[in-house]
């Protein structure tokens, strides 16, 4: 079955600990995009990619990095400079065939908690 | 930026109703894409509709249909027949067509279908 997977479901991290949060699809789509969710809000962009070895900054990319070294993966590190990192991360990704509109599909999600 | 706003931050209806989940947005583009999604509590968001901004018929899906007004910036899903599955958040988006990865969001209406 096609899909986009994420793992782990729920990550533990330590005051000072740098995580990675893994997004893989098996769609063939272009671009992967990461989101972060906050009780009573919507969702924000953090960072995406429309290609291999290419991704742009969201509105709250900081204390976050990412990585697109294949198609099928784009894994997420949250940093130890991201100070409130408590919240539900959510992986996207779409195709680009006809440059825009196109739409979001979404993982099941992974909810990181602070120690 | 484009701004999404969803007013309702909590409905209910009885199953077998209809309701109607409001949602507003700003913007200065003629050409947009909007977007209903659905995130049940397994968290998982998935697409309920999409509507093009350009297209002036509604977009229906089964028991899902919209009420767009461009004019008046206004994107509304209605949903007739109600079952219990449909228990869940509801997040409207607004896709622009200048940056088409950067999807913007409202903070979400709580639906909860009673039996």
């Known amino acids: 079955d096609g899909g986009i997977t994420q793992s782990p479901k729920y990550l533990f991290r330590k005051e000072g600990q740098n995580v990675t949060l893994s997004c893989e699809q098996n769609l063939n789509h272009d671009a992967m995009y990461w989101y972060r969710q906050d009780p009573g809000q919507g969702l924000r962009l953090i960072y995406y990619?429309?290609?291999?070895?290419?991704?742009q900054k969201g509105d709250i990319a900081e204390g976050y990095s990412v990585s697109r070294e294949k198609k099928e993966s784009f894994p997420l590190t949250v940093t130890s400079a991201q100070k409130n990192p408590t919240a539900f991360y959510l992986c996207a990704s779409s195709i680009m065939t006809s440059g825009w509109g196109e739409t979001q599909y979404f993982g099941p999600g992974t909810r990181l908690l602070v120690l | 930026a484009q701004t999404v706003t969803q007013s309702q931050p909590e409905m209910s209806v009885q199953e077998a109703e209809t309701v109607t989940l409001s949602c507003t947005y700003d913007?200065?583009?003629?050409?947009?894409?909007l977007f209903w999604y659905k995130q049940p509590p397994s968290r998982q968001m998935i697409l309920v509709i999409r509507?093009?901004?350009?297209?002036?018929q509604n977009a229906t899906e089964n028991r899902f249909s919209v009420n767009f007004q461009k004019a008046a910036k206004s994107f509304s899903l209605k949903i007739s027949d109600s079952q219990l599955g449909d228990t869940a958040m509801y997040f409207c988006a607004f896709m622009s067509q200048y940056n088409n990865n950067d999807m913007r969001f409202g903070a979400g209406t709580r639906l909860t279908v009673k039996p």
């Open positions: 509507q093009e901004a350009y297209k002036q």
């Open positions: 913007t200065s583009e003629n050409n947009y894409y």
């Open positions: 990619s429309q290609i291999v070895n290419d991704f």
